[in-house]
Every structure is written in structure tokens, then in C-alpha cells.
């Protein structure tokens, strides 16, 4: 019994050590010192101490910032320079003849003293745009763009922006349907740009996607908003079938009246009716005439 007990608690401790290596894995780096957080200078933390990784005799390349990359969620790597520093200063050395051996940075890195770091920039270093539209009969807030309507014929604009990040760069606004495929292109203005469409016709229904461009780090980047659906309402059939039924309408009564009236006018009136017939009776007229003059 006694054996069972020590051999449980042996179990639990063995993956309670694996557990916790399983939890610091992942790979405590962070990029500093840019405009965004996938892209700055590159920073380790080991043994309970943040420092810059030093780029003195490192000869990284894209496919160890690759690694880097990956572990923040940025995207993959379009950069990696050497920067150098105001002064000296404590630094970790990663080799990169040890990251390519799979082996984690912090197993690779050592203590250093150098004014040489490295700066590293991913690919996903841009925030999402936002996509919005809104047309000149019915406003929509972009939290309804999941079904966008516009009338035929009405003027509608699909609004591009992001937020402020980097100076400049430029919009475009792809457009894709079963039957055609279009860009058009603004520049950034206001870290935001408006797609004005003068009338809304069947050939704009489709889906559209902005994609934001910019220029930094020495690179083009870009960054695309999910898509939104655009939906084109044609009116016009509902709007000559509620103008032509109720003048067919109208046309018929006016067509009963008169038929009727007109029917009215051919019997014969109430004195006609009166009037004997003296034919039918069997006295001649002239006998009748005779009649009432002796009287």
C-alpha cells in the first residue's frame, strides 16, 4: 500500500515538472520601440531579466526572425538589420547557428555586452482597416454590414479607414462578383478615404474589401478589412405595378358607369308607359279620336 502511495505521488510530481515545462514553452520575446508590436527591436527575457537581443557577430537572417514572428502572431518576417546603439550595454547573445538547430532562444542565449541590436519587422505589422458604407436613401453603421441595400439609381459610398499608425499610404477598394473583378484606388487622407458612386445600378452588386498600403521600414505593407455584401433593390416593378392596377381600376369603373348610364337613357318613361296601346287592344286610333271629340 505504502509502495502504491509513493508510486501516485511520483506520477503527480513527474506531470506537474511537465505541465510547467509545457507552460513557459512559449518563448518570452517581444519587439519594442516601433509603431507597432510586430515590429521594433527584438527583446528576450531570461532569467527573469528583459534585455535587447544583441546583433554583434548573430548573423540572423529571415529565417530565424521567421521564428520570431510566428511566436508573437505577426505574420512572417520581412526584415531583420543590425542597429547601432548610443553606448555599450548588457545585452542577450543568440546565435543563429543555434536557433537553427531548434533549439529555443533562451537555451541559446548568453550574457553579452555590445551597443549592436537587432530590429526586426513582421508582416503583419498594420491593424485591420474598417470597411463601412452608407447610401443617400438609408444611412448603415458598419455594425449592419452584414447585408448592405441600396435602391437602384440612388448614389451610395463605401468608407475605408484605419487607425493612425503610420503617415500616408493609400486605399483600395476591390470589387468581385460572379462576372467581373474591379479596383479602384484612393490616397490615405486622414488615415481614411471615400468611394462615391454616383448611381447604384445591378453590375455594383458583389463584395467589397478595403486594403490599406504603406510605405515604412523600406517596405510596402498592407493590411485588408474583412468584406462586406452589396445588394442592389430594384423599385421600379413595384412602382408601375401601384401606378398601372389602380388606373386599370379606374378605367373600368369609368367604362361601368357610362355603360350603365347609357343603358338607363334606352327605357321608355313612365308616361310612355302609361299610354294605352291602343293596337294591342283591338280600337283603332282614329275611333278614339272620334270619341273624345263628341264628348
Given at each position: 500500500m ?9 506520477l ?9 515545462e ?31 537581443v ?5 548573423y ?14 505577426c ?61 443617400s ?124 348610364k ?34
Amino acid at each position: 500500500m505504502d509502495h502504491l502511495l509513493v508510486l501516485l505521488l511520483l506520477l503527480l510530481w513527474n506531470s506537474g515538472l511537465q505541465a510547467e515545462e509545457n507552460h513557459n514553452s512559449t518563448e518570452p520575446v517581444r519587439l519594442v520601440g516601433g509603431d507597432s508590436r510586430c515590429a521594433g527591436t527584438l527583446e528576450l527575457k531570461h532569467q527573469g531579466d528583459w534585455r535587447p537581443v544583441s546583433g554583434s557577430d548573430s548573423y540572423w537572417t529571415l529565417k530565424e526572425a521567421a521564428a520570431v514572428c510566428r511566436d508573437l502572431d505577426c505574420g512572417s518576417a520581412v526584415s531583420v538589420e543590425e542597429r547601432e546603439g548610443s553606448s555599450k550595454r548588457s545585452m542577450w547573445r543568440i546565435s543563429s547557428y543555434c536557433v537553427q538547430s531548434r533549439s529555443t532562444l533562451r537555451e541559446c542565449a548568453a550574457s553579452h555586452s555590445s551597443r549592436y541590436i537587432l530590429n526586426l519587422t513582421c508582416s503583419d505589422l498594420l491593424l485591420q482597416p474598417n470597411i463601412s458604407g452608407s447610401s443617400s436613401v438609408d444611412r448603415v453603421s458598419e455594425a449592419q454590414q452584414q447585408g448592405f441595400h441600396v435602391l437602384r439609381g440612388s448614389t451610395f459610398t463605401i468608407s475605408c479607414s484605419v487607425q493612425p499608425q503610420y503617415p500616408g499610404g493609400s486605399f483600395q477598394l476591390t470589387f468581385t462578383s460572379s462576372t467581373s473583378a474591379l479596383k479602384y484606388t484612393q490616397p490615405a487622407v486622414n488615415h481614411s478615404a471615400h468611394f462615391l458612386f454616383p448611381a447604384a445600378e445591378p453590375a455594383h452588386q458583389g463584395s467589397y474589401r478595403c486594403v490599406y498600403h504603406v510605405y515604412v521600414f523600406s517596405h510596402d505593407f498592407f493590411s485588408e478589412s474583412r468584406l462586406i455584401s452589396l445588394t442592389v433593390a430594384d423599385l421600379r416593378p413595384f412602382i408601375i405595378r401601384a401606378i398601372v392596377l389602380p388606373l386599370i381600376l379606374l378605367l373600368e369603373n369609368i367604362g361601368l358607369y357610362f355603360y350603365y348610364k347609357g343603358k338607363r337613357g334606352q327605357r321608355p318613361s313612365r308616361r310612355e308607359k302609361a299610354e294605352p296601346d291602343y293596337y294591342n287592344l283591338g280600337v283603332p286610333a282614329a275611333e278614339e279620336e272620334g270619341a273624345q271629340g263628341a264628348e
